[in-house]
């Protein structure tokens, strides 16, 4: 369980504590890992003070080695993942060490789960039955990851699945890791909750945004398969152009003129081409 451990996680922390450690059926033992410098004094003294969780602390920011650090610490058969703000649901490890039992073999179990935003509950998942069907092709239509929603064998899948991670989109790439490299099994039954609203979320911050590019790139260094690789190809182009909405909206035109050329010249950018009608108009205001 990575966190920054800044005060105003505190409340949500302890929820998605208490979440693992009151799982029937399996046994969880929490492995926090303290990233970065802006943890408080008295959460993280709270965190180190409880006999029951393993804690490792990170001085500098950096979620792939968050997750690396953590997964070193496991000695447990199965690993699993859970960000700080969300929660397990109840008898969610037992299902999911159960999948991992059954025949035939597999690395990797992957259950549905809840996104959870302001209009409600809304599955990861719709259909399960196509995801497993093709989960690579799958993922072009959207991500069926979440990050506490999976359970991996520990003697299968080593610290190293965390090498090369980007910063940003890491719930896309780790899944094409599994689809690419693991035997996986899914599951219909929803064992997460994934708060999609809360607040100083990654997923909705500036550096999300001008990240998500050299997340791609990296994405695409992957082993994947000649049409999966052109869809995620395609995605650099709404990368980059929303880099160039963002400092339109900062006032920052110039720096918004070279993100929207630089969307035009990847695979399927001509998408972005009435971007330019809004750039010359903010220019025309200046």
């Known amino acids: 369980m990575p966190t920054l ?64 650090a953590g997964r070193e610490l ?15 649901l109840p008898g969610a490890l037992a299902t999911r060490v159960q999948a991992l039992q059954q025949p035939p073999p597999c690395d990797v179990v992957v259950t549905n789960g809840f996104r959870r935003d302001a209009a409600g509950d809304t599955l990861i998942m719709a259909d399960v039955s196509k995801v497993e069907r093709n989960p690579l092709r799958a993922l072009l239509k959207g991500n069926w990851l979440l990050p506490g929603s999976w359970l991996c064998r520990t003697d299968a899948v ?15 790439y780790l899944a094409l890791q599994f689809a690419a490299r693991y035997r996986i099994r899914f599951v219909e039954r929803p064992t997460v909750v994934w708060n999609a609203d809360t607040p ?8 999300y945004v001008l990240g998500r590019v050299a997340a791609l790139r990296r994405i695409l260094e ?25 400092y339109l909206r900062e006032g920052e035109l110039q720096q918004a003129w070279r993100w929207h050329l630089r969307s035009l010249r990847e695979p399927r950018g001509w998408r972005h081409l009435l971007f330019t009608r809004r750039l010359l108009q903010a220019a025309w205001k200046v």
């Open 158 to 172: 080593g610290p190293g699945i965390f090498d090369g991670m980007p910063k940003f989109a890491e719930c896309t």
């Open 222 to 246: 992957l082993d994947l398969p000649p049409d999966v690789r052109t869809g995620y190809r395609g995605a650099v182009a709404g990368a980059h152009h929303g880099i160039a909405a963002l």
């Open 74 to 88: 496991v000695d447990t058969p199965f690993f699993a993942e859970l960000d700080d703000d969300d929660v397990l």
């Open 5 to 68: 451990a800044h005060q105003t996680r505190d409340a949500l922390l302890r929820r998605a504590l208490d979440s693992v450690l009151e799982q029937q059926g399996a046994r969880g033992v929490p492995v926090v890992v303290i990233n970065g410098p802006g943890r408080d004094a008295a959460l993280t003294r709270d965190i180190l003070a409880d006999r029951r969780l393993r804690v490792a602390i990170l001085e500098q920011p950096d979620l792939p080695a968050a997750l690396r």
């Open 200 to 207: 100083e979320s990654a997923s909705k911050s500036r550096d």
